[in-house]
């Protein structure tokens, strides 16, 4: 302990929970330590978040054998039900993001539709000002080319010239105007 410094670790923080003066707090902290390595291997806090939220491997056998399947992802820690749906709305996006790109949508095509939208010039999106018009169109375009076709916020702030918590305001100021307005990226066909 103290013997290299790291950037990410906070020892005065740590040892604040085992005691105000350092010295009997890192006795307690050690102590505590040797403590959890006398219990061994504890095989309720191994394995993955779904092994353990079944009760192990051995119930996730058995349920298998009972033609459960579970449904699981390293990344995402919750439920079989919960991480279907969180894969089921990631698949969405996705292929919504790649039939735009099938369609030719790019953020040419966007900046067109958000400034017809707008009753302005598609350039106008990418030049500065603060015009009701543009930001509108602006928050559009910003909401579509995030949201519907998956460009990275850096790629429009680079775009845009502008920061990237800059292009996360009409972000959202573009969803609450398409949402109002019933806005959508492709028109309906009449």
Not at 8 to 24: A, E, I, M, S
Not at 35 to 45: C, F, H, I, K, T
Not at 53 to 62: A, V
Request: with cysteine; proline share 1%.
């Amino acid at each position: 302990m103290d013997k290299k410094k790291r950037e990410w670790q906070d020892t005065d923080y740590v040892l604040g929970y085992f005691g105000k003066n350092r010295h009997q707090a890192r006795k307690k902290y050690y102590a505590y330590i040797e403590e959890g390595v006398n219990q061994g291997r504890r095989y309720d806090l191994t394995g993955g978040g779904l092994i353990r939220s079944s009760g192990g491997w051995s119930e996730l056998k058995e349920a298998r054998h009972k033609g459960i399947h579970v449904k699981s992802d390293e990344r995402i820690l919750g439920d079989s039900e919960f991480v279907a749906r969180i894969l089921s709305e990631s698949s969405e996006k996705f292929e919504r993001h790649y039939e735009l790109r099938r369609k030719g949508y790019d953020l040419i095509k966007i900046a067109d539709r958000a400034a017809g939208v707008c009753g302005i010039e598609a350039k106008e999106i990418f030049s500065g000002g603060k015009q009701k018009g543009k930001v509108k169109a602006r928050s559009l375009f910003c909401y579509w080319a995030s949201r519907e076709l998956g460009v990275t916020l850096s790629e429009l702030s680079r775009r845009l010239g502008i920061s990237v918590p800059g292009v996360c305001y009409p972000v959202e100021r573009g969803e609450i105007i398409a949402r109002e307005n019933n806005y959508q990226l492709i028109e309906e066909e009449s």
